[in-house]
């Protein structure tokens, strides 16, 4: 407690207030500031030493006491942020004075970070510390979905008195949920396909009737056409774009629509292609032979589908196929498609039988579900509560749309709670992912941030308002 400012004052008002306790008699030159009863101020000490009115030297007076104390004072003054006691009173903090910080009307006093508050009384510190708050004490506000910072932390004994408002850094608003993948169907895009086994023309108006390298089925005879058996049955290349001469029909070649594409010769083949799809997924390959005139015995289709056409059965989707199957194919890679019969072997031909396959362009895809909505940042010391964002429309059909975020919490208060992200819809798949996917969970809103944290440690007395949570 400081001296009186004016009046009478005593020797033994002096000796109580800088030697407290003791009962010795009083000689004012024992009371010099810097000297051994008025300690000088520590040189990291930013505070304003209560007895900064004594004299250091000379002549003293009783009247050069008048409204000095023993410890030291701190006013806040305009707005500051991060005010950390053990910096205010510097090497001081430690010693048994009075220390005083006041915070005038109408100045905020705000923490920068959820991790550091407005004003922290860390451990060590000695004294009657008293924290006088005219003005506002606020937290930092959480980011989305995270707690609120705390006003004032106390891990030392002190007093507060507050006259104005302390509030902690509302509670981030909880992210929303991100929309469900969906499955749609849709028509891949056939792309390069190419007619490798039976285009361009060889010599006589025939099929060049290429293989793969890695081919040896037939023993070596692979004979589109039927030349010498049967003369009228020719391929017509791809799309009929090499119709030969003689042909009975134009049923025999490789023929592409938005949906499919197919192949079909009325002898033992090979069939053999590339191709590139648009879509990325898993498809379905159907073949057969049509025995009609001349008998059966050739056994199964086989189609071999390889990234390479030196080795067969390489890369993804790379297997011998039967109708049928599926496969699961990338996108924008060269695929060699080989279709052969299992039982032909030698100079065996099929005559006015067919050998068919038909590969299938509809494949169902991935829709990607909408983004989620990001929460609303809390209240801050310098800032309002932020609202929570939209989630985002979904990204194609059957897909889930993305939730909303939750609002930010004011200062004190706890965020909202974001919003599910809806479901992903449409037929199950499990290539290139699996899906469709229902739609993520809402976050949950941040708590609000503490007024007091360390409140074993405070004797509030509370004359304005207080918002948050205390611990």
């Not at 609120?148 to 104005?164: E, K, T």
């Not at 025999?252 to 002898?267: E, P, Y």
């Amino acid at each position: 407690m400081a001296l009186a400012g004016s009046g009478a004052i005593s020797f033994a008002n002096i000796r109580d207030e800088f030697s407290p306790g003791s009962n010795t008699s009083v000689s004012l030159g024992d009371y010099y500031r810097q000297g051994s009863k008025i300690k000088a101020k520590a040189g990291d000490n930013n505070a304003t030493h209560l007895a900064s009115a004594v004299p250091t030297s000379g002549a003293l007076a009783l009247s050069d006491y008048y409204g000095t104390g023993l410890g030291f004072q701190f006013i806040i003054s305009s707005d500051a942020t991060d005010q950390n006691l053990s910096t205010i009173f510097g090497d001081d903090y430690d010693l048994d004075y009075l220390k005083l910080v006041v915070i005038n009307s109408g100045v905020t006093v705000g923490g920068t970070s959820t991790s550091t508050p407005a004003i922290n009384v860390p451990s060590g510190g000695a004294g009657t510390i008293t924290i006088t708050n005219n003005g506002n004490i606020y937290g930092k506000g959480g980011a989305a979905g995270s707690v609120g910072g705390d006003a004032i932390v106390a891990a030392s004994a002190c007093s507060v008195v507050n006259n104005g408002n302390i509030k902690s850094g509302g509670g981030g608003g909880g992210n929303g949920g991100a929309g469900g993948n969906g499955v749609t169907p849709i028509n891949a895009s056939l792309n390069n396909f190419t007619d490798e086994g039976g285009t361009p023309y060889g010599s006589g108006n025939t099929p060049n009737n290429d293989v793969p390298s890695w081919f040896s089925n037939y023993g070596g005879s692979h004979d589109l056409n039927g030349q010498g058996v049967v003369a009228d049955r020719k391929w017509c290349g791809v799309d009929l774009n090499a119709l030969q001469s003689g042909r009975v029909n134009n049923s025999w070649g490789f023929f592409t629509t938005s949906s499919s594409f197919r192949g079909s010769l009325a002898n033992r083949g090979p069939f053999y292609c590339s191709f590139q799809l648009g879509t990325q997924g898993t498809y379905t390959l159907s073949s057969a032979t049509i025995t009609s005139t001349y008998g059966s015995g050739y056994g199964s289709p086989q189609i071999n589908i390889s990234t390479s056409n030196s080795s067969a059965s390489q890369g993804q989707g790379g297997g011998t196929y039967t109708g049928g199957q599926t496969m699961n194919l990338s996108a924008d890679t060269t695929y060699y498609l080989v279709g052969f019969l299992s039982n032909i072997s030698g100079g065996t031909n099929l005559y006015y039988n067919n050998f068919d396959f038909n590969f299938s362009l509809t494949v169902n895809t991935i829709t990607s579900g909408g983004s989620a909505g990001a929460g609303g940042v809390g209240g801050s010391y310098n800032a309002s509560a932020g609202s929570g964002g939209s989630g985002g429309s979904a990204g194609g059909t059957n897909a889930g749309a993305g939730g909303a975020g939750g609002n930010g919490g004011a200062l004190g208060a706890a965020g909202s709670n974001g919003t599910a992200g809806g479901n992903g819809g449409g037929s199950e798949i499990t290539y290139p992912s699996s899906a469709p996917t229902n739609g993520g969970s809402a976050g949950t809103g941040g708590a609000a941030g503490k007024y007091i944290n360390g409140q074993s440690n405070v004797t509030l007395t509370n004359n304005g308002t207080v918002a948050g949570n205390i611990s």
